[in-house]
């Protein structure tokens, strides 16, 4: 195993130590069955009924990658293009900026009115909201590379495909990554909500109903699932980087 | 080989136009060195982006092989300030860039690199990241990278300026044994004095805001080695400090 690798799964068992010791500490502050440590909770979350969460999780899972690969497909190439032609920057990021603070949650029942309550109009919310974040975190990238070093590639006889391909694209790879980790953090945070205001799937639904029927534990065992949902997405973007952007780890 | 006729060029701040070369004329042998000396923002760099066709002039022409130049030439190699390695790029790939751009397949990139790494003194470092290498080792990556493509041009800016005294030297020897080797036309800008009698067979001298050319000195023992210990380098020195001085008591 390389070390790379090595430290990857030592941190994250810290990490997973770390957030455990805080939940036990704030269970015992709030001494109220809403609140139980984290040992009741793993213990429901492990005797619940696997078939059901793990269905709500994989629906769940679904939409959150769908939405961000959407996003990425789509503002990662207009980010890079903006950024790299100022005419279009100065047409274009007025119109992001302008689109960018309207709070898209409350789109939803828009949303739900244009396109039903199923899949559609929950992805569409979520693509609406990392979207501009993905945008403008690439556009800021792709403007921000150094002149000389296009002008030594394009010296070599670079075309503006190769242009892209050699220099563009890899300079703004890392800053993508780091949008995509926060767009992560705020498609499942969007999901959460659009998936208790409609329909009966989802690890939101999941949540709600055990919260609704006073089941704390099956709650909880949801809001346990949700959370290693983001740690195993958050541990694919990490490994995914390191096998991208090698030269940023040595 | 190289022949600038009138040039011209100015360049846009903000509102603002800023004359950045007047009229500026000279010209080069195929094989001969070239050194073009002055003071900072006296248009030095822009005159060799618009050699490498990376500008283009406002007036006149710039001439390579007897064509008139509109864009960046095949046989012209380009240095720039600080290397222009990719961060990205091991290397191996660094130095094949110019190869993979013009659709060399990797075999064929690795037959033609890795010699020539090895020949720059960097055998056994062609897997590594351009963070991890020395100031000299980039630059010699970089002389690699113009190599690969066997051009007939290398133009270069401040190539050895921030480099320690010692490793300057070491590659401006190995400059002038490739030069000699592969009868390359070489320009470089340079603010340096005894870089500039060392490794260029005529030497412009530049000054003014805009820039002009001052005087054109030539210098026929550069490029060879040894030539700094020489009674002959010191003179020209000498001279090309002059030159430059009376620009400086001019400017005041």
């Known amino acids: 195993m390389r070390l790379v690798e090595q430290n990857f799964y030592k941190n994250y068992g810290k990490a997973v130590l770390f957030v455990l010791l805080l939940w036990q500490v704030l269970a015992w502050l709030a001494a109220n069955p809403g609140l139980p440590g984290p040992i009741p909770a793993i213990k429901e979350f492990i005797g619940s009924w696997w078939p059901e969460l793990a269905r709500h999780t994989l629906i769940s899972a679904y939409r959150v990658l769908l939405s961000l690969l959407l996003s990425l497909a789509t503002a990662v190439p207009l980010g890079l293009w903006i950024g790299r032609c100022s005419r279009l920057d100065s047409l274009l990021g007025p119109v992001a900026y302008l689109l960018y603070p309207v709070p898209k949650v409350a789109l939803l029942p828009v949303i739900m009115l244009l396109l039903g309550i199923g899949e559609g109009s929950k992805v569409a919310l979520i693509f609406l909201v990392i979207f501009f974040q993905i945008l403008v975190t690439t556009r800021d990238a792709a403007r921000k590379i150094p002149e000389q070093l296009l002008l030594s590639v394009r010296s070599l006889g670079a075309g503006s495909w190769e242009l892209y391909r050699q220099v563009i694209i890899p300079a703004c790879l890392p800053e993508i990554f780091t949008a995509s980790r926060i767009s992560l953090g705020s498609a499942i945070s969007v999901l959460f909500l659009s998936e208790t205001v409609a329909g009966r799937s989802g690890l939101g639904y999941y949540i709600l109903d055990g919260m609704l029927r006073a089941e704390y534990g099956v709650m909880f065992a949801g809001i346990l699932a949700i959370s290693f949902l983001g740690l195993i997405l958050y541990a694919l973007l990490d490994i995914l980087e390191i096998f991208l952007c090698p030269w940023r780890y040595i | ?252």
């Open chain 2, 1 to 252: 080989m190289v022949q600038v006729e009138g040039v011209s060029y100015s360049y846009r701040n903000g509102l603002k136009v800023v004359k950045a070369l007047v009229d500026i004329d000279f010209k080069l042998k195929k094989g001969d060195t070239c050194a073009i000396i002055g003071p900072s923002g006296c248009g030095k760099t822009t005159l060799l982006y618009l050699m490498a066709g990376l500008l283009k002039p406002e007036k006149g022409r710039v001439l390579i092989e007897g064509k008139v130049l509109s864009g960046p030439r095949d046989g012209t190699a380009v240095i720039l300030q600080d290397y222009g390695l990719l961060p990205w790029k091991t290397v191996l790939a660094n130095a094949a860039l110019g190869l993979e751009i013009r659709g060399v397949a990797w075999r064929q990139r690795e037959e033609i690199v890795r010699p020539l790494l090895a020949k720059l003194g960097l055998q056994g470092m062609e897997d590594r990241y351009p963070s991890q290498l020395s100031g000299g080792q980039k630059q010699r990556v970089a002389i690699a990278r113009a190599l690969a493509l066997r051009q007939d041009l290398l133009l270069m800016d401040e190539p050895f300026s921030a480099l320690d005294a010692l490793t300057r030297e070491e590659l401006q020897d190995t400059l002038v044994k490739i030069q000699a080797e592969q009868q390359l036309t070489i320009i470089m800008v340079t603010h340096n004095i005894e870089e500039a009698v060392y490794l260029g067979k005529q030497i412009v001298v530049m000054g003014g805001m805009p820039g002009r050319v001052r005087a054109i000195l030539p210098n026929p023992g550069a490029g060879r080695l040894g030539y700094r210990s020489r009674q002959e380098f010191h003179h020209y020195c000498s001279r090309v400090r002059g030159a430059l001085g009376q620009i400086d008591y001019e400017a005041g």
